[in-house]
């Protein structure tokens, strides 16, 4: 009997790691009882039953654009939020800080990066480029394997009434190569709970070891699985539940150290657990799905939906509907959470589901032109309760859709008229240029799919360069790199060990008030004070404790306080330098100053021996947080000025600054005219000549959470938060119905600012370009290099009007002529290039375009009467009636 169950057990690991869920394309029913519970309902259950049997906190989902992650290109998991806390980093003073026990629905995007499901969306009838995860997490110990393993047990078991014997789960089985034992408890406590053994399975760490990324917090998982066949014939399993316990860390070096505390992090895709309790092969046929499919049934005169796959889809349609449904869920919530398709990072893989959506709907469902943006509104009824920020931008996202939607046809069309033309040129065994097939993708000119472009050769029976298409991706790749923005070096950090170290010891968080400790002379300028501290703690470079360092070390240094600024909320760090007590001639340069978990980290290079314990006196680079101070209050002056010009809708998308520029992206609609950036520097002048106070303060949060018109952002906020006001003071700003807020700038921001706007002087945007469709970027200027950038603007005004004269004139010399447009060339490259006013520059460009026009058009004319001329000086230029041309 044993060998029996182990046999099957054996058979049952090897279809399980390779059959994918659901392929089964009947949509018939899993059991008897019909579909009654709504995925709404799903959801609720899932919420109340943490919240309110076991002390959960409820909190809402995170945007799907990752808040401070580069790795991500979208949120991918519950758990991308919560990193904070996992690695140690998360603001003590902050709300999140505070959690201890927490459950939500969040949003995920799996497309892109290293968890990418696109291909794989409508080929089967499980995969998803948008989905809604369930999570229950518990912090530092708050609970850990049995808790965690008995209320899932409880929730699928009694609430959701899923049957004991359908449900198999696997644990961890050890892995001898990293010397890590099976994880025996949680396969213990599964036993405890009724679980028999023969349905029990144990993976190694490809399966059941779950890791944040190459390096960071991990550990064994528990999954629960879910067994479609019913005990008929083998089982059938998919993936319920996924509850990690994080008590590794994954180091540098790839070894693993005990967590200092130990976390719990679960997961259970909505769609897919909806799809069991409603008796459901696939996703799709539940009732996330079925007001989708009907609209696309009806608006696209499709045949109706009917589950196939593979061979079975023989026309591909059904296919087409399960991609369309699927990707017009990623886009409307993606754009609602203000990421827009555009041409590189998540924007990029955006514009690839629209247009992979575009594709199928048009070319398979045969969908009439704007059929994409009509279904958002079924999008905003099935999610739009739970995630109000669908129904606040259904317009904008349908308007972006069907924009995105008619550009992209328009483009395919043309594709298709440059193939044939290219084709009529190609011999009978000639391949495709790589070049032509280039200009036509996403990468070249009109942004179509390479697979398209391949699928539509392959039609025509051609074959594509290959070669020639890799040689140009890697041209295209190189190009990409030299034109990045240079990444800034990597300062030195305090890791999870240290942090919790630290904490260990008692070590008190480092108290940063002191930056803003600063006044406002009666001459009008700035006095900063020196901040005496003392050194608690030091660190090499590699990041290990030390208690002395000397002799031109690089190094970290902890204090019980600081008056430098650590880089937060998109401005630069403070840089400055330190003597020790009672020896002012020893300078040690600080470089930057960081903030982690709450410890400022100081980043120096030690001339003479440094110890714990020493007393220190800090001063910041007055210029530095001077420049700083300008650029941060001219940002949220510029923030108020758009919302001005643009509308209160406006929305900051990010920021950054340090003293010689800032640089501000906003959601637009459109690009902003010349019109618009000129007002908006005219708002900006405005308060900055009424030379204005600027407040600030710190307030309860709550205090701020119902304040009409005050902007902040998807950021997690501390608790006491800083407010900046300009012109109202803090307690008036606050008042709702002073609706202050409305009226003039007024913003949670932890950063430094003037006291008054006037010292400001002024304000020139210098640069503007679209990051992607709805998102500009800004760059602006401030004091003396915006009155510069004016003055240049004012130059090159009077070179543009001055070449208008000298075209007005005409000319009679074709030298001449030549002459006036090389310069209207050379007067382009130089107002294309100078740091000038934005609005400025986009006004002499429209000019000078008209004028090189002109200007061409005049050679072309004085040439041509060179050569009449010339003819006619041949033909009758001499009086001899005998007189032959040579």
Known sequence: MAASVAAAAGRLRRAFRRSPPWRNPSCRLLSSQPPQTPATAVRDAFLSFFRDRHGHRLVPSASVRPRGDPSLLFVNAGMNQFKPIFLGTVDPRSEMAGFRR????????????????????????????????????????????????????????????????????????????????????????????????????????????????????????????????GGIGDPQLVELWNLVFMQYNREADGSLQALPQQHVDTGMGLERLVAVLQGRRSTYDTDLFSLLLDAICQGSGAPPYLGQVGTADEERTDMAYRVVADHIRTLSVCIADGVYPGMSGAPLVLRQILRRAVRFSAEVLRAPPGFLGSLVSVVVETLGDTYPELRKNSAQIANLVSEDEAAFLASLQRGRRIIDRTLKNLGPSDVFPAEVAWSLSMSGNLGLPLDLVELMLEEKGVRLDSAGLERLAQEEAQHRAQQAEPVQEQGLQLDVHALGDLQHRGVPLTDDSPKYNYSL???????????????????????????????????????????????????????????????????????????????????????????????????????????????????????????????????????????????????????????????VESTVQEAVAQDEPVYMDEVALALTALVPGLRSLDEVYPDPVRVVSVGVPVAHALDPASKAALQTSVELCCGTHLLRTGALGDLVIIGERQLAKGTTRLLAVTGEQAQQAREVGQRLAQEVEAATERLSRGSQDVVEAQRLSKDMGRLTDAVDNAMMPQWQRRELQTTLKLLQRRANTAIRKLEKGQVRGSLSTSWGGNDSPHYVPN
């Open 102 to 229: 927490v459950a939500n629905s969040q949003k995920c995007v799996r497309a892109g990066g290293r968890h990418n499901d696109l291909e794989d969306v409508g080929r089967d009838l499980s995969h998803h480029t948008f989905f809604e995860m369930l999570g229950n997490w518990a912090f530092r110990g708050e609970y850990f394997k049995e808790e965690a393993c008995s209320m899932a047990w409880e929730l699928l078991t009694q609430v959701y009434g899923i049957p004991e014997d359908r449900l198999w789960v696997s644990y961890f089985g050890g892995d001898p190569k990293t010397g890590l034992a099976p994880d025996l408890e949680s396969r213990d406590i599964w036993l405890s709970l009724g679980v028999p053994a023969s349905r029990m399975l144990s993976f190694g760490s490809q399966e059941n070891f779950w890791e944040m990324g190459d390096a960071g917090p991990c550990g064994p998982c528990t999954e629960i699985h879910y067994d479609l066949a």
């Open 521 to 679: 002379r009666p001459n009008g300028g700035y006095e900063f004070g020196a901040c005496e501290a003392q050194v608690l703690q030091l660190y090499t470079e590699d990041g290990a404790a030390v208690t002395s360092v000397g002799g031109g070390q690089r190094c970290g240094l902890l204090l019980d306080k600081t008056n430098f600024y650590a880089e937060q909320g998109g401005q630069a760090s403070d840089c400055g330098y330190l003597v020790r007590a009672g020896q002012q001639e020893v300078l040690f340069p600080v470089a930057r100053a960081q903030v982690c978990g709450g410890y400022i980290l100081h980043e120096t290079v030690a001339p003479e021996c440094l110890q714990v314990g020493d007393q220190v006196q800090l001063h910041v680079d007055k210029a530095w947080r001077l420049g700083c101070m300008e650029k941060h209050t001219a940002t949220h002056l510029l923030n108020w000025a758009l919302r001005q010009t643009l509308g209160p809708g406006t929305e900051q998308r990010g920021s950054h600054l340090n003293p010689e520029r800032l640089r501000f992206d906003v959601a637009t609609q459109a690009p902003l005219t010349p019109q618009q950036l000129r007002a």
